[in-house]
């Protein structure tokens, strides 16, 4: 079991930056990839951004490239996301997950966190 508590989601104005952490916890050995998803109202959850278990190779969805960083910590207790120039657009609930495959798959991550919410005002 993998547990992931996500912090840092706050009201912003467009063109704003905020860093999202997730920490982790559990038994770890099969997760491949730590991932950001995102669900606005609604709208169906997409992947954001995704590190996979080497903590160097990273993907991003076309929305957000140049914009957010992800990042892990040296320990792998921890996940960033690092969002700058932020949008309207960008207004979600931000959720931390860990999965055994490097995707944007939902399906491909049977952990989640409870989510942090991220609104951008114009």
């Known amino acids: 079991q993998v547990e992931l508590v996500e912090s840092g989601g706050d009201s912003v104005q467009t063109g704003g930056s905020l860093r999202l952490s997730c920490a982790v916890s559990?038994?770890?050995?099969?997760?491949?990839?730590m991932g950001w998803f995102r669900q606005a109202p609604g709208k169906q959850r997409e992947g954001v951004a995704a590190?996979?278990?080497?903590?160097?190779?990273?993907m991003y969805a076309d929305p957000v490239k140049g914009r957010f960083t992800i990042s892990q910590d040296a320990g792998k207790n921890a996940v960033f996301l690092l969002m700058n120039s932020l949008k309207p657009e960008d207004t979600a609930m931000y959720y931390c997950a860990a999965g055994r495959r490097w995707t944007f798959r939902t399906d491909d991550y049977p952990y989640w966190g409870q989510g942090t919410q991220v609104t951008v005002s114009s």
């Open positions: 590190v996979y278990s080497d903590g160097i190779n990273t």
């Open positions: 559990g038994d770890t050995g099969s997760v491949r990839s």
